[in-house]
Structures are given as structure tokens and as C-alpha cells.
């Protein structure tokens, strides 16, 4: 069984990363959100999955399990940063005089 990589533009996250050119509808952030979260988290279990296939003998394939963790764990770190960011924004803009 051969897995391909994924283009930058399936990889979660990515539709909130871009700007928004006109204003969002009421909710549409927090669907972004949670279907960034899903990815990440769907990520996480197909790399479970993997793991526990090689460990069991189901597949010989030792890179398909250390693929699917690496790109798990890249996908958590991305999550980690836009978190930041948000994070850092956030408190910049509370800083501002009113």
C-alpha cells in the first residue's frame, strides 16, 4: 500500500489561513475552526491506525506508519502556531487605546 503525499492546499488549516475579503457570516469561523480541529484530529487517528497495523503484522510497511505520525505531528505543530498567532493578535488588538 503506497500513500501520497498531500498538496499544501488539503493539509488543515490551510482555508484559515487565508484572508477573508468580505465580511464572514455569522458562525463561519467557528466551522472553520472546528474543521481544522477535525483534520488535525483525523490525522492523529489514521496515524493510530497505522501504528497499531504495522505493530499487529496487518503491514510490512514501516514508512507508511512513520509518514502518517510525521504528517500528524506536522499538522498538530501548524495548529499549535496559527494558535499563537490568533492568540498574539488578539492581544494586541486588546491593547489598543479605545
Do not use: C, W
Not at 510497511?61 to 505543530?77: D, G, I, K, M, V
Request: aromatic share 4%; glycine share 6%; hydrophobic share 45%.
Amino acid at each position: 500500500m503506497s500513500l501520497s503525499i498531500p498538496a499544501l492546499s488539503s493539509l488543515p488549516l490551510t482555508a484559515a489561513s487565508s484572508p477573508a475579503v468580505s465580511q464572514g457570516k455569522p458562525g463561519e469561523f467557528q466551522s472553520i475552526l472546528e474543521g481544522a480541529i477535525q483534520g488535525v484530529e483525523n490525522l492523529r487517528t489514521d496515524a493510530a491506525r497505522a501504528v497499531e497495523s504495522f505493530l499487529s503484522g496487518e503491514t510490512e510497511e514501516l514508512h507508511t506508519a512513520a509518514l502518517a505520525t510525521q504528517r500528524a505531528e506536522l499538522a498538530l505543530e501548524l495548529g499549535l502556531q496559527v494558535r499563537n498567532k490568533v492568540v498574539q493578535a488578539y492581544q494586541e488588538i486588546m491593547r489598543m487605546p479605545m
